[in-house]
Protein backbone atom coordinates (compact mmCIF):
# COMPACT_ATOMS: atom_id res chain seq x y z
CA UNK A 1 0.00 0.00 0.00
CA UNK A 2 1.33 3.54 -1.19
CA UNK A 3 1.50 6.33 1.28
CA UNK A 4 -0.93 9.05 1.05
CA UNK A 5 -0.18 11.48 -2.66
CA UNK A 6 0.56 14.60 -0.76
CA UNK A 7 3.68 12.67 0.18
CA UNK A 8 4.90 10.51 -2.46
CA UNK A 9 4.57 11.66 -6.20
CA UNK A 10 1.80 9.14 -8.27
CA UNK A 11 -0.38 10.05 -10.90
CA UNK A 12 -4.19 10.60 -8.92
CA UNK A 13 -5.51 8.43 -11.82
CA UNK A 14 -4.22 5.16 -10.20
CA UNK A 15 -5.00 6.11 -6.54
CA UNK A 16 -6.77 3.72 -4.26
CA UNK A 17 -9.59 4.11 -1.85
CA UNK A 18 -7.41 4.77 0.88
CA UNK A 19 -5.00 6.87 -0.72
CA UNK A 20 -7.77 9.18 -2.03
CA UNK A 21 -9.01 9.05 1.51
CA UNK A 22 -6.11 10.32 2.97
CA UNK A 23 -5.54 13.04 0.67
CA UNK A 24 -9.21 13.90 1.00
CA UNK A 25 -8.30 14.32 5.02
CA UNK A 26 -4.98 15.77 4.67
CA UNK A 27 -6.39 18.92 1.71
CA UNK A 28 -8.86 19.74 5.03
CA UNK A 29 -5.17 21.54 6.75
CA UNK A 30 -2.46 22.90 6.10
CA UNK A 31 1.34 24.29 7.09
CA UNK A 32 2.68 22.86 10.12
CA UNK A 33 -0.44 20.66 11.25
CA UNK A 34 -0.46 18.76 7.37
CA UNK A 35 3.07 18.41 8.28
CA UNK A 36 2.23 16.58 10.80
CA UNK A 37 -0.75 14.35 10.32
CA UNK A 38 0.71 13.79 6.74
CA UNK A 39 3.55 11.74 8.72
CA UNK A 40 1.04 10.12 10.80
CA UNK A 41 -0.91 8.79 8.06
CA UNK A 42 2.68 7.52 6.38
CA UNK A 43 3.21 5.52 9.97
CA UNK A 44 -0.37 4.18 9.25
CA UNK A 45 0.34 3.05 5.62
CA UNK A 46 3.59 1.84 6.07
CA UNK A 47 2.80 -0.77 9.15
CA UNK A 48 -0.62 -1.76 7.22
CA UNK A 49 1.72 -2.62 4.21
CA UNK A 50 3.98 -4.29 6.29
CA UNK A 51 1.49 -6.42 7.74
CA UNK A 52 -0.63 -7.30 4.39
CA UNK A 53 -3.37 -4.84 5.55
CA UNK A 54 -5.08 -1.88 3.14
CA UNK A 55 -4.88 1.02 5.22
CA UNK A 56 -8.44 1.47 4.89
CA UNK A 57 -11.18 -1.19 3.66
CA UNK A 58 -11.17 -4.40 6.11
CA UNK A 59 -10.21 -2.77 8.79
CA UNK A 60 -11.28 -3.38 12.33
CA UNK A 61 -10.95 -1.67 15.70
CA UNK A 62 -8.67 -4.90 16.31
CA UNK A 63 -6.15 -3.90 13.79
CA UNK A 64 -6.28 -0.02 15.18
CA UNK A 65 -5.64 -1.42 18.41
CA UNK A 66 -2.34 -3.47 17.39
CA UNK A 67 -1.08 -0.56 15.79
CA UNK A 68 -1.54 1.45 18.82
CA UNK A 69 0.61 -1.67 20.80
CA UNK A 70 2.95 -1.28 18.24
CA UNK A 71 3.39 2.63 18.70
CA UNK A 72 3.81 1.86 22.54
CA UNK A 73 6.38 -0.81 21.68
CA UNK A 74 7.94 1.39 19.45
CA UNK A 75 9.30 3.45 22.63
CA UNK A 76 6.95 5.86 22.20
CA UNK A 77 5.45 7.60 25.61
CA UNK A 78 1.96 7.55 25.91
CA UNK A 79 1.14 10.92 25.35
CA UNK A 80 3.35 11.04 22.26
CA UNK A 81 1.10 7.50 20.56
CA UNK A 82 -1.90 9.67 21.31
CA UNK A 83 -1.24 12.31 19.82
CA UNK A 84 0.44 9.73 16.70
CA UNK A 85 -3.21 8.46 16.55
CA UNK A 86 -4.75 11.97 15.75
CA UNK A 87 -4.69 11.91 12.20
CA UNK A 88 -5.60 8.14 11.99
CA UNK A 89 -8.86 8.40 14.20
CA UNK A 90 -9.62 11.88 12.08
CA UNK A 91 -8.84 9.48 8.17
CA UNK A 92 -11.27 6.75 9.44
CA UNK A 93 -13.61 9.63 10.66
CA UNK A 94 -14.03 11.36 7.26
CA UNK A 95 -13.97 8.31 6.06
CA UNK A 96 -16.84 7.01 6.77
CA UNK A 97 -18.65 10.17 7.14
CA UNK A 98 -17.66 9.91 2.82
CA UNK A 99 -19.26 7.32 2.68
CA UNK A 100 -15.69 4.90 2.35
CA UNK A 101 -16.34 2.80 4.89
CA UNK A 102 -19.56 1.09 6.54
CA UNK A 103 -18.29 1.73 10.00
CA UNK A 104 -15.32 3.80 11.71
CA UNK A 105 -13.12 1.13 13.59
CA UNK A 106 -10.98 3.65 15.65
CA UNK A 107 -14.06 5.25 17.09
CA UNK A 108 -13.65 2.80 19.92
CA UNK A 109 -10.21 2.57 20.30
CA UNK A 110 -8.44 2.12 23.29
CA UNK A 111 -6.17 5.32 23.79
CA UNK A 112 -3.56 5.53 26.68
CA UNK A 113 -4.41 7.44 29.25
CA UNK A 114 -3.03 10.48 30.29
CA UNK A 115 -3.12 11.94 33.62
CA UNK A 116 -1.37 15.29 33.55
CA UNK A 117 -1.87 17.61 36.58
CA UNK A 118 -0.08 20.74 34.99
CA UNK A 119 1.25 21.79 32.54
CA UNK A 120 5.16 21.47 32.53
CA UNK A 121 6.49 24.53 30.01
CA UNK A 122 8.70 26.45 32.00
CA UNK A 123 6.70 29.82 32.35
CA UNK A 124 7.18 32.90 34.36
CA UNK A 125 5.85 33.61 38.18
CA UNK A 126 4.47 37.25 38.60
CA UNK A 127 7.57 39.12 39.41
CA UNK A 128 9.63 37.64 36.35
CA UNK A 129 7.14 38.46 34.04
CA UNK A 130 7.32 42.06 35.44
CA UNK A 131 11.09 42.24 34.76
CA UNK A 132 10.40 40.33 31.39
CA UNK A 133 8.42 43.07 30.10
CA UNK A 134 10.50 46.11 32.12
CA UNK A 135 13.30 44.62 30.72
CA UNK A 136 12.69 44.16 27.02
CA UNK A 137 11.48 47.81 26.88
CA UNK A 138 14.89 48.72 27.40
CA UNK A 139 16.35 46.96 24.56
CA UNK A 140 14.60 47.69 21.61
CA UNK A 141 10.72 49.18 21.30
CA UNK A 142 10.23 45.75 19.07
CA UNK A 143 11.44 43.74 21.98
CA UNK A 144 9.06 45.66 24.14
CA UNK A 145 6.05 45.44 21.98
CA UNK A 146 6.80 41.43 21.43
CA UNK A 147 7.25 41.30 24.96
CA UNK A 148 3.32 42.67 25.83
CA UNK A 149 1.86 40.61 22.47
CA UNK A 150 3.27 37.20 24.02
CA UNK A 151 3.22 37.99 28.20
CA UNK A 152 -0.18 39.98 28.00
CA UNK A 153 -2.49 39.59 25.03
CA UNK A 154 -0.71 35.38 25.25
CA UNK A 155 0.00 35.44 21.56
CA UNK A 156 1.86 32.22 19.82
CA UNK A 157 4.54 33.00 17.87
CA UNK A 158 3.43 33.05 14.85
CA UNK A 159 0.27 34.94 15.84
CA UNK A 160 3.21 37.80 17.19
CA UNK A 161 4.79 38.47 14.39
CA UNK A 162 1.90 38.50 11.89
CA UNK A 163 0.40 41.15 13.83
CA UNK A 164 0.10 44.54 11.68
CA UNK A 165 -0.52 48.06 12.75
CA UNK A 166 -3.50 48.58 11.01
CA UNK A 167 -5.00 45.19 13.34
CA UNK A 168 -5.37 47.54 16.35
CA UNK A 169 -6.39 50.48 14.93
CA UNK A 170 -10.21 49.75 15.59
CA UNK A 171 -12.13 50.51 18.52
CA UNK A 172 -15.44 48.42 19.84
CA UNK A 173 -17.60 49.40 22.98
CA UNK A 174 -14.69 51.88 23.86
CA UNK A 175 -12.15 49.51 24.23
CA UNK A 176 -8.90 49.30 22.06
CA UNK A 177 -9.00 46.01 20.20
CA UNK A 178 -6.23 43.72 18.31
CA UNK A 179 -7.59 41.87 15.42
CA UNK A 180 -5.85 38.61 14.61
CA UNK A 181 -6.13 34.89 12.87
CA UNK A 182 -5.31 32.63 15.35
CA UNK A 183 -4.48 28.61 15.21
CA UNK A 184 -6.65 26.59 12.66
CA UNK A 185 -7.07 29.88 10.97
CA UNK A 186 -9.79 31.47 13.88
CA UNK A 187 -9.93 34.37 13.67
CA UNK A 188 -10.10 36.51 17.07
CA UNK A 189 -10.51 39.48 18.96
CA UNK A 190 -8.97 40.84 22.13
CA UNK A 191 -8.85 44.30 24.10
CA UNK A 192 -5.67 46.36 23.98
CA UNK A 193 -4.59 47.21 27.36
CA UNK A 194 -3.05 51.11 28.25
CA UNK A 195 0.18 49.39 29.15
CA UNK A 196 0.25 47.24 26.05
CA UNK A 197 -0.97 50.13 23.59
CA UNK A 198 1.86 51.90 24.46
CA UNK A 199 4.47 49.40 23.51
CA UNK A 200 2.56 49.42 20.81
CA UNK A 201 2.54 52.69 20.04
CA UNK A 202 6.36 53.49 20.46
CA UNK A 203 7.16 50.41 18.16
CA UNK A 204 4.71 51.72 15.38
CA UNK A 205 6.69 55.48 16.08
CA UNK A 206 5.69 57.36 12.57
CA UNK A 207 4.69 54.16 10.73
CA UNK A 208 0.73 54.08 9.87
CA UNK A 209 0.65 50.54 8.05
CA UNK A 210 2.43 47.37 7.48
CA UNK A 211 3.99 44.60 10.02
CA UNK A 212 4.55 45.80 13.24
CA UNK A 213 7.42 44.32 14.75
CA UNK A 214 10.34 44.68 12.83
CA UNK A 215 14.21 43.52 12.75
CA UNK A 216 16.21 45.92 14.97
CA UNK A 217 19.24 46.16 12.70
CA UNK A 218 17.79 45.50 9.09
CA UNK A 219 14.32 46.91 9.76
CA UNK A 220 12.99 43.95 7.61
CA UNK A 221 9.39 42.33 9.60
CA UNK A 222 10.12 39.20 12.11
CA UNK A 223 9.31 35.56 11.64
CA UNK A 224 8.73 33.19 14.20
CA UNK A 225 12.60 32.74 14.47
CA UNK A 226 13.16 36.10 15.25
CA UNK A 227 10.78 35.92 17.76
CA UNK A 228 12.18 33.12 19.76
CA UNK A 229 16.04 34.95 19.16
CA UNK A 230 14.25 38.08 20.65
CA UNK A 231 12.50 35.95 24.00
CA UNK A 232 15.97 34.49 24.44
CA UNK A 233 17.68 37.92 24.46
CA UNK A 234 15.20 39.23 26.59
CA UNK A 235 15.67 36.76 29.09
CA UNK A 236 19.43 36.43 29.22
CA UNK A 237 19.33 40.51 29.85
CA UNK A 238 16.99 39.52 32.55
CA UNK A 239 18.79 37.47 34.06
CA UNK A 240 15.93 34.73 34.09
CA UNK A 241 18.24 31.40 34.84
CA UNK A 242 16.69 28.90 32.32
CA UNK A 243 15.56 28.35 28.73
CA UNK A 244 12.57 30.57 27.82
CA UNK A 245 10.48 30.38 24.92
CA UNK A 246 7.56 32.59 23.19
CA UNK A 247 5.24 30.04 24.61
CA UNK A 248 6.72 30.20 27.84
CA UNK A 249 5.34 33.80 27.91
CA UNK A 250 2.12 32.39 26.37
CA UNK A 251 2.27 30.17 29.67
CA UNK A 252 2.72 33.11 31.86
CA UNK A 253 0.19 35.16 30.99
CA UNK A 254 -1.97 32.10 31.72
CA UNK A 255 -1.16 30.66 34.60
CA UNK A 256 -0.54 34.43 36.01
CA UNK A 257 -3.89 35.63 35.14
CA UNK A 258 -5.64 32.25 36.93
CA UNK A 259 -2.97 33.07 39.90
CA UNK A 260 -4.84 36.53 40.18
CA UNK A 261 -8.26 34.96 40.37
CA UNK A 262 -9.09 35.67 36.66
CA UNK A 263 -12.02 32.47 36.47
CA UNK A 264 -11.37 29.73 34.13
CA UNK A 265 -13.71 30.43 31.61
CA UNK A 266 -12.38 33.91 31.20
CA UNK A 267 -8.94 32.27 31.04
CA UNK A 268 -10.04 30.10 28.55
CA UNK A 269 -11.34 33.14 26.53
CA UNK A 270 -7.71 34.66 27.34
CA UNK A 271 -5.35 31.89 25.55
CA UNK A 272 -8.31 30.72 23.18
CA UNK A 273 -8.73 27.17 23.85
CA UNK A 274 -11.06 25.17 22.59
CA UNK A 275 -11.30 22.96 25.44
CA UNK A 276 -11.32 23.88 28.86
CA UNK A 277 -9.49 20.91 30.06
CA UNK A 278 -6.30 22.65 28.31
CA UNK A 279 -6.46 25.64 30.25
CA UNK A 280 -6.81 23.80 33.42
CA UNK A 281 -3.37 22.30 32.71
CA UNK A 282 -1.63 25.54 33.35
CA UNK A 283 -3.57 26.01 36.40
CA UNK A 284 -0.65 25.96 39.02
CA UNK A 285 -2.71 26.89 42.25
CA UNK A 286 -5.48 23.67 41.63
CA UNK A 287 -4.54 21.85 44.22
CA UNK A 288 -3.98 24.56 46.74
CA UNK A 289 -6.42 23.88 49.29
CA UNK A 290 -7.06 27.07 50.90
CA UNK A 291 -8.71 27.32 47.34
CA UNK A 292 -10.39 24.37 48.20
CA UNK A 293 -14.46 24.03 46.86
CA UNK A 294 -15.30 22.51 50.26
CA UNK A 295 -14.43 25.64 51.95
CA UNK A 296 -17.14 27.64 50.19
CA UNK A 297 -19.42 24.78 50.29
CA UNK A 298 -19.06 24.57 54.01
CA UNK A 299 -20.34 28.55 54.72
CA UNK A 300 -22.53 28.34 51.90
CA UNK A 301 -24.32 25.60 54.42
CA UNK A 302 -23.34 27.08 57.85
CA UNK A 303 -26.68 28.22 58.85
CA UNK A 304 -28.89 25.21 58.12
Not at 83 to 102: E, N, P, Q
Not at 240 to 267: C, E, F, K
Request: charged share 20%.
Amino acid sequence: MSAPTALLPFQPATMSTAQLAAVSYLARYGGRTHTLYAFQLRQWFAWCESNGLDALTGIQRAHVELYIRHLGDCGLMDSSVNTMMHAVRGYFRFAHIDGLISADPAVYARLPKIHRDESRTQGLDRLELIRFLQVAQTITVHHGALAYLLGINALRASEAAAVRIEDYADTLRGHRVLHLVGKGNKPATMPVTVPVLRALEACRGQRTSGPLVLRPVSGKPVDRRDVYRMVARIAKTAGIPRHISPHSLRHAAITNALDAGVPLRDAQILARHADPRTTEHYDRARGNLDRHGVHFLTAYVAGV
